[in-house]
């Protein structure tokens, strides 16, 4: 029985000796958001000799190969919508090559700083339309969240312009379908920057009613429409978004003030003073409205309305730009008689 114990350990050391020549690679394919892909492919080809072999990650995106020689492989992974990746490998002996890919659309990959592999972009004469008007969006973005429209326009503006060319040239169907919806936010932002800071206010009109048909409840659109409105003279318009605007956010005490005023300024007292009752309504606390309801109620000769709402407007606003004007009314010996 000695004499067979040699014979009987010999498949096992061949095992392990053969174990030691070979090593394999595994990874994940992963898109920019760190999810899987549906439909991606993972190619291994030998350099050296006619060798090819596809592998098909599992629903968490892993792959893993076995039993590969050490040698030097070309690896190309691809997917539906993606640009392919590219890469020169060689597997260790008896080890492990890890290699996570991240595959990137055509936008992305247009602007994606150079990784280990590559991902050739292949020429399309929108590429660079693409890119710059992204660019110009992004550095307009801040401004607009700012509220800083007539800062962001002419970027938003150049935006629009050159990314609506790029998408009548970009050759890439899949760049074109991820861009088409882009731009219709551009369109919208556009129009409000219009509408709040542009020389003639009504052009941004057809772009904000088309952002308005695709979400009737925006508000910075429908301010847009109000202001657009104004510029127009069209009475119906502003109101008909007014009450959009109320309907959404409820009575706006600021509109219903600058209604009053714009009343007060026409000479019409009465008229101006129920939109400064209605928006005191909405907001007790609205110093201005009792600055000028006083103001009317003076023309009026109601010495006791005047003295109140004067009173009232200190109380609220004891620095406020017209707290100098009412000290001085009130410091008249017609309103101090008044209790």
């Not at 350099?47 to 040698?71: I, M």
């Not at 280990?116 to 969006?137: K, M, S």
């Not at 606003?317 to 000290?327: F, H, L, M, V, Y």
């Amino acid at each position: 029985m000695r004499r067979l114990v040699p014979a009987l350990m010999l498949p096992v050391l061949c095992l392990s000796v053969q174990a030691e020549q070979t090593g394999r690679i595994s990874g994940k394919v992963l898109n920019k958001e760190g999810k899987p892909i549906p439909g991606a492919k993972v190619n291994l080809k030998r350099t050296d000799r006619a060798w090819t072999k596809d592998l098909t990650p599992d629903k968490n995106g892993n792959f893993l190969q076995v039993g590969l020689e050490p040698k030097e492989f070309e690896m190309t992974v691809t997917a539906p919508g993606y640009v392919d990746y590219k890469e020169a490998i060689k597997i260790p002996l008896a080890d492990v090559l890890v290699k996570n890919v991240t595959l990137l659309t055509p936008a992305e990959a247009r602007t994606a700083p150079p990784a280990a592999g590559t991902q050739a972009v292949p020429e399309d004469p929108g590429a660079a339309l693409d890119a710059e008007g992204r660019d110009a969006f992004n550095a307009a973005i801040p401004l607009y969240n700012e509220g800083k429209y007539e800062e962001a326009l002419p970027q938003v503006d150049k935006a629009y312009k050159t990314l609506t060319d790029a998408l009548t040239k970009l050759k890439d169907d899949a760049a074109k379908a991820e861009l088409a919806p882009e731009l219709l936010k551009i369109e919208r932002v556009l129009g409000i920057c219009i509408a709040q800071a542009g020389t003639k206010k009504e052009d941004a009109e057809p772009y904000l009613l088309k952002a308005l048909e695709r979400n009737p409840k925006d508000e910075r659109v429908i301010a847009g429409l109000i202001e657009t409105s104004k510029a127009k003279a069209d009475k119906a318009a502003e109101q008909k978004y007014t009450a959009m605007l109320e309907a959404i956010q409820g009575p706006n005490p600021d509109l219903i003030y600058n209604k009053g005023v714009e009343a007060f300024n026409a000479g019409k007292t009465k008229e101006a003073k129920a939109q400064f009752l209605k928006a005191l309504e909405v907001d007790p606390k609205y110093a201005e409205a009792h600055y000028l309801l006083a103001m009317v109620e003076f023309g009026e000769n109601n010495l006791r309305g005047t003295k109140q709402h004067l009173e009232k407007y200190i109380e609220l606003a004891p620095t406020g730009k017209n707290a100098a004007t009412a000290r001085e009314m009130l410091k008249d010996p017609s309103l101090k008689r008044i209790k």
